[in-house]
């Protein structure tokens, strides 16, 4: 049984594919940044900042507790954000790379 031969090295250059990992490096590079700098304001904030993250919000609940929480509900959203690019741009791009291809 043959199995088909890709020249991977064209499809390298193959300005679809060019375009593809351009936008994805772009959009997952930015969103890393962003989630590794909300990520490290927890531990930096609550070491410079103990005030702040000692104010009472709710109840016994504080402003660290809601940001530790908050944390949480910014990887959902950034999770359900990724899909709708991933499922409108990427997946259309991978598309038409792949009908070109065959």
Do not use: C
Request: hydrophobic fraction near 50%.
């Amino acid at each position: 049984m043959a199995t088909k031969q890709y020249d991977w090295a064209a499809i390298a250059r193959n300005p679809k594919f060019v375009e593809l990992h351009r936008k994805k490096s772009v959009f997952l590079f930015g969103w890393w940044i962003f989630s590794t700098v909300y990520y490290f304001l927890l531990p930096i904030g609550a070491a410079y900042t103990p005030g702040l993250f000692k104010v009472k919000v709710l109840g016994p609940i504080n402003f660290g507790y809601v940001f530790a929480l908050s944390q949480f509900f910014v990887s959902w959203g950034l999770a359900h954000y990724y899909a709708h690019v991933a499922n409108k741009d990427f997946d259309r791009l991978t598309r038409e790379l792949v009908d070109e291809l065959k």
